[in-house]
């Protein structure tokens, strides 16, 4: 099993473009996450999905958006990249009792 | 979601016991008490969760109070490669909440030789 993985790794964005962060989890999880961590902070979740075809705001959701068309990827979409965007992301899966983390997406918008 | 407090840092030494204490007056019955572990940069690490009684695991030991309204995780033998920020979180078990985890800053402890 390899988890959950996140694509890419680091990446520098200029104002106003757009991306897709990428995360594949192989565990056949039903639950999925997106959180941000600014530096020194703590998570920020920006959105979850509770099962393909079903989405939900978190608690920073603003300049996201996402997708759940399979079990298996849970897709984050920057529209138009903002300096205040500038972050670490982790994508989460989860089992009914734990939640596994990826080892992030670091974010420069510049 | 309840929410959690914690001292923002702590200090201990090298094979000593590691005690971060949390605060969660407002559990109610549906919720579970996780802890959660970030060493640097890396992507947050489970430790262990309960819901009333203590729990124990190869990591760590976990003690709730009989109100519920308190919790300590216990790391028996720290060692250097504990340090870290730990989080403790409060999270619904209830499947339309999504059992998300709401971090809040957490305690960043510092095991030193």
């Known amino acids: 099993n390899a988890g959950v993985t996140q694509t890419p790794k680091f990446r520098i964005l200029k104002i106003g473009q757009s991306m897709t962060l990428q995360c594949t989890q192989d565990?056949?999880?039903?639950?999925m996450y997106w959180y941000r961590q600014d530096p020194g902070m703590g998570l920020k979740l920006i959105y979850y999905s509770v099962g393909a075809g079903i989405t939900d705001k978190g608690e920073v959701p603003n300049g996201y958006n996402v997708s759940r068309s399979t079990t298996e990827d849970f897709p984050l979409r920057l529209e138009l990249a903002a300096p205040s965007q500038t972050s670490v992301y982790f994508c989460?899966?989860?089992?009914?009792?734990?939640?596994?983390f990826g080892p992030g997406t670091r974010l420069l918008v510049l | 979601d309840a929410k959690t407090t914690q001292p923002p840092s702590m200090d201990c030494a090298e094979g000593r016991a590691a005690n971060l204490p949390c605060n969660h007056s407002t559990i109610s019955g549906n919720e579970y008490v996780y802890w959660y572990r970030q060493i640097h940069s890396q992507g947050p690490q489970y430790i262990i969760h309960g819901l009333k009684n203590n729990e124990t695991n190869e990591m760590a030991s976990l003690i709730i109070t009989e109100d519920r309204k308190s919790s300590t995780l216990i790391l028996p033998h720290a060692t250097l490669r504990d340090t870290a920020v730990y989080y403790c979180?409060?999270?619904?078990?209830?499947?339309?909440?999504?059992?998300?985890?709401?971090f809040g800053q957490g305690t960043e402890l510092s095991v030193k030789p």
């Open positions: 565990m056949n999880h039903n639950y």
């Open positions: 989460a899966s989860a089992s009914a009792e734990t939640q596994y």
């Open positions: 979180i409060v999270r619904s078990m209830i499947y339309n909440q999504g059992g998300k985890l709401i």
